[in-house]
């Protein structure tokens, strides 16, 4: 079939699709993926074949799963995981509870000085987090968590709740004042209509700040590597660098492999969560 | 498979549109004949009913005065409609009813109670708004469920009281849809329902029909007349289109600039505007306003219109020289050739039933329904008369009506 003289066809036009589409795509995907590929090849090459100056270094020959076995059996690997997971989850769900009252509150409640409150919630989000560590190990401290997963737990928000609830607060303002003033009339109380109305309405909202209230948590560095310690206290990002890397010894296939492994339960989540995620990341209640 | 969900629903709510073919006939049908046919009602338990009042109601946005002293008494099981231009307050006033705005001075009685402090719940009302306010995350059961079941009302009540309302309103096969499956017409039948159910002590509507097409409009203004008529339910109704405001109300309350200018009967208010603000308003096409000025002669007062025609007036106090304006409406000239105002076409409008003719008459643009099947060119000239006893006059300083008595009139 020869190209077609009418209008529109240019655009349909193979050879246009691939300069325009598919070539910038594809340089996308391996700039994106690449980084995956590495970690998956290293894991699997034995330490052999890792380290031979010669032969292809984007392939492996004889792949072998002894970086995994040493990580789960020989190394607290296991424990780490454990560990990043209870963090992650329970400071997830304390951030998300605390953002949605404060955000409800800000948005909808019409009390004085709301608006200021609005504008120091995103500040003290602007505060990096290599600047509060000090004060905030000093606390943990006297509060007897230090070196314990509570530290963590208990500091993670500090920097999760300010984000959730500046999302939460846009997302709640695409919610129709409407649909509150119906409800009141239909004789809910403030939180009847926070439950009933606003909550399932903002379920996108509400899974995406719990995305990134977990991805962050979940790869959350600095705390974790200054107010822990003990081995069986710590985060994969942290047990990992700390503890497979001996001195100048880097133990190149159980570090990938601990990397892999740790950025797994992420993945799985943005993967399902995926189109809940990008409605609330654009906003906007339909209708 | 989320991805397949949203799509299979647009393609359903494309079908219904499609199955609507058409649409208001199909529906009228259905519940139009239905108010008629329970005769007990539905509404079990004859229920008290109460009288809205209004006395001397105050808003004020910070500085900003919205709201400059309203009184408005509505009667048990009246319609009342509010009508006025946009941005007089309507909106304000109703959501002050409901208890969503809080009165800056003033008193508001339901019933014999006053519910300045009330919160909306307690005030047993039901409000329908613009844009519908259905629940979107909700089936239509439970958007009219939403608020027995916050009332705790047994099961077998709610499932009861619903299915009737949706009887009555011809949503029984929706029940279980969501509201972005629905059309409009059928979004606001809804919104109507979950009002119903309640059976309140009174009703509250802003601008229910705004967001419905021309045709559906005109349906749905008989439709909720009808359930009116059958539950007798306290009803105060906003709307800016004084078409709805004629053609619904016991009694209607014309606003402007925070204030009511005049309440009454529909027809009182059309016969007997009390300023040129309601006489304007009230009736399509308007009322047209003509600068005039009063002569007192040996013979008794006339009005003169131009510098020529003058119109005998009666019992009319004002000096000698007063501005005047002088309202006539529209059907109720009489084109001649001989004697009258001389006045220029503008354009002509023949609608079949009668024809409207645009004309300028002293420099002001007057409109003239006749009857008659007129052929004017123009830039033509004809002779406009207004028929004797059927004109208003007006100060024209202070816009209001000045009480005449036309010898003529008989
Ligand atoms: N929150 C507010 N703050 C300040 N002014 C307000 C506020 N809400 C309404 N107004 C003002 O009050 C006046 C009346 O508003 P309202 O909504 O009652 O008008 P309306 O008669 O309902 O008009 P429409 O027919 O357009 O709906 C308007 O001039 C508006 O600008
Ligand atoms: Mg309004």
Redesign the interface.
């Known amino acids: 079939m020869s190209a077609t003289d009418d209008g529109m066809s240019y655009l349909q036009s193979l050879p246009r699709r691939v300069v325009t589409l598919y070539v910038p795509l594809a340089v996308f995907l391996i700039v994106l993926l690449f980084p995956f590929y590495w970690m998956v090849i290293t894991s699997l090459k034995p330490d052999a074949e890792l380290l031979a100056a010669d032969g292809n270094p984007f392939w492996v020959v004889a792949p072998t799963l002894a970086h995994f076995r040493k990580l789960l059996f020989d190394t607290a690997y296991p424990r780490w995981m454990w560990n990043t997971l209870q963090v992650s989850v329970i400071s997830t769900f304390l951030s998300l509870a605390a953002s949605v009252l404060a955000a409800y509150a800000i948005e909808r409640l019409r009390m004085r000085g709301s608006r200021t409150l609005g504008i120091c919630v995103f500040l003290a989000y602007l505060v990096p987090p290599s600047i509060l560590f000090i004060p905030l190990a000093a606390i943990t401290f006297q509060l007897g968590i230090f070196d314990t997963r509570f530290a963590l737990i208990v500091t993670y928000p500090t920097f999760l709740i300010p984000f959730c609830t500046w999302l939460l607060m846009g997302y709640f303002r695409s919610i ?1 004042f ?2 509150e ?8 109380s403030r939180w ?1 209509i926070l439950v ?2 606003i909550l ?2 903002a379920v996108p909202g509400l899974i995406s700040a719990g995305i990134f209230a977990f991805t962050l948590s979940w790869n959350e560095f600095l705390y974790a590597l200054t107010f822990i310690s003990a081995s069986e206290n710590k985060t994969v990002p942290v047990g990992v660098i700390t503890e497979l890397v001996e001195g100048d010894v880097y133990h190149w296939g159980a570090l990938m492999a601990g990397a892999l492994m740790g950025s797994l339960p992420v993945a799985v989540l943005y993967a399902f969560f995926v ?1 809940h995620y990008v409605a609330g990341m654009t906003g906007a ?3 | 498979m ?2 397949s969900l949203p799509g299979a629903l647009l393609a359903r709510w494309c079908l219904v549109r499609l199955r609507r073919g058409e649409p208001a006939g199909g529906a009228s049908n259905s519940s139009g004949s239905t108010p008629r046919a329970g005769p007990e009602g539905g509404r079990g338990a004859r229920r008290s009913m109460a009288s809205v009042e209004l006395r001397q109601v105050r808003k004020q946005y910070g500085q900003t005065s919205v709201i400059h002293g309203v009184d408005v008494g509505v009667r048990d099981g009246e319609f009342a409609v509010l009508v006025g231009p946009s941005g007089c307050g309507k909106s304000t006033l109703l959501r002050m009813i ?3 705005e809080e009165i800056s001075s003033g008193e508001i009685l339901i019933g014999d109670r006053v519910v300045n402090r009330v ?3 307690d005030r047993d ?3 329908v ?1 613009q ?1 519908y ?5 909700m089936s239509v059961f439970d958007n009219m469920a ?2 027995l079941r ?2 705790g009302r047994p099961r077998e009540d709610i499932q009861r009281r619903v299915e009737e309302a949706a009887r009555v309103l011809g949503l029984g096969e929706y029940l279980q849809r969501y ?2 499956q629905l059309s409009g017409g059928q979004r606001q039948r809804v919104a109507m329902g ?1 009002a119903i159910v ?1 059976a309140p002590q009174v009703f509250l509507f802003d601008e229910p029909l705004s967001n419905l097409d021309a045709r559906l409009r005109v349906q749905m203004r008989t439709e909720i007349r009808e359930l009116h008529q059958r539950l007798r339910t306290t009803s105060v109704y906003v709307t800016h289109d004084q078409i709805e405001a004629m053609t619904m109300a016991d009694r209607i309350v014309v606003m402007n600039l925070g204030r009511v200018e005049q309440s009454g009967a529909p027809l009182e208010l059309y016969d007997e505007p009390a300023n040129v603000f309601v006489a304007g308003f009230i009736g399509s096409p308007a009322m047209n306003f003509l600068p005039a000025r009063l002569r007192r002669t040996p013979d008794g007062v006339e009005a003169v219109l131009g510098d020529a025609l003058g119109l005998p007036l009666e019992g009319c106090e004002l000096p000698d020289g007063s501005a005047l304006t002088l309202g006539v409406r529209p059907e109720h000239f009489v084109i001649g050739s001989g004697a009258g105002l001389p006045a220029q076409v503008l354009g002509v409008e023949p609608t079949g039933a009668d024809t409207q003719i645009f004309c300028r008459v002293c420099g002001t643009p007057v409109t003239v329904i006749s009857r008659e099947r007129h052929r004017f060119e123009p830039g033509g000239m004809i002779r406009l008369t207004p028929l004797p006893g059927k004109t208003y006059l007006f100060d024209a300083a202070g816009g209001q009506r000045i009480p005449t008595r036309d010898p003529r009139r008989g």
Not at chain 1, 181 to 188: F, K, V, Y
Not at chain 2, 133 to 137: C, G, R, S, V
């Open positions: 129709p409407e649909l003033e119906c409800a009141l009339i239909d004789g809910a009847q009933k109305i399932p309405l189109e209640v339909k209708e | 989320a991805v409901a208890g969503l919160p909306p719940k009302i039901a409000m708004f844009n306010a259905l629940y979107p995350h939403f608020s916050l009332a509201p972005r979950r309640r």
